[in-house]
């Protein structure tokens, strides 16, 4: 195997076929993929050439922005009925995730199923909630979502992985949540808070900049299905 593929064992798992994110763009790992059954990813720049990429198979999928902030930059939004809990039931939030992420790359790649994708999402949530990395979102002392982050370098903090459950969705409560979760993590530590999201889900985007995050970068991401 060419040293520019890194194996995803959490999507090798779920998908029930051999899975790689490509994180070196060459003839060699370009070659492979396409003559090695599996399934691949590479993230990739927008103003990147595209043309060997599809020369060798790959298709887009999504395009993920980087929303990012500091403290002193984030908008505080405040809502009395809103507050956050830092243990809740895995079957809870595994419940809310469920269906929640059809922005997804993996919901967006035609060759994949729905339920695959949508179980994917409930793996990664599970390891998440394992770590001690599950923020629950609650009104009016019930659960309505949940934020699940991850510490990296630098007390740099991501926030992985999120969602509302459906009845509270389009009340105009994300920002008072988001808000919340985001000052807990800085008075837990945290110097910079960053996320991913998907250009084409507008409403989360417009929520980070509502917070007071800036977009930092971009990058479109590519699979490629080999059978």
């Known amino acids: 195997m060419p040293e520019g593929l890194k194996p995803t064992p959490w999507d090798t798992a779920v998908f029930a076929m051999p899975c790689h994110e490509i994180i070196e763009l060459s003839d060699a790992t370009l070659n492979h993929a396409a003559a090695t059954p ?3 990813t ?3 720049d927008p103003l990147a050439d595209k043309a060997l990429l599809h020369r060798h198979g790959f298709y887009y999928v999504d395009t993920l922005l980087e929303p990012v902030c500091r403290e002193d930059q984030l908008i ?11 243990d809740v039931a895995l079957q809870d939030v ?15 790649d035609f060759n994949l199923s729905r339920e695959q994708a949508d179980q994917r999402y409930v793996q990664w949530l599970t390891q998440l909630h394992a770590d001690g990395g599950v923020i629950g979102l609650l009104y009016e002392d019930k659960l309505a979502g949940f934020i699940a982050h991850q510490m990296g370098g630098n007390q740099h903090d991501a926030l992985v992985l999120h969602a509302l459950a459906e009845s509270f969705r389009g009340r105009g409560l994300a920002k008072y949540m ?7 993590r800085f008075l837990q530590g945290a110097v910079q808070l960053s996320s991913s999201v998907s250009a084409a889900n507008l409403p989360v985007v417009n929520l980070y900049a509502s917070l007071g995050f800036r977009f930092k970068t971009a990058v479109d991401i590519y699979h490629r299905l080999t059978a």
């Not at 505080?76 to 830092?86: C, K, L, T």
């Not at 988001?178 to 807990?184: G, H, I, T, V």
């Open 38 to 40: 599996g399934h691949y």
């Open 178 to 184: 988001w808000s919340k979760a985001c000052s807990y």
């Open 94 to 108: 595994q419940n809310i995730c469920r269906h929640a992420f059809t922005h997804g790359r993996f919901h967006r």
């Open 76 to 86: 505080h939004h405040s809502n009395p009925a809103v507050d956050i809990a830092s």
């Open 42 to 44: 590479i993230k990739i």
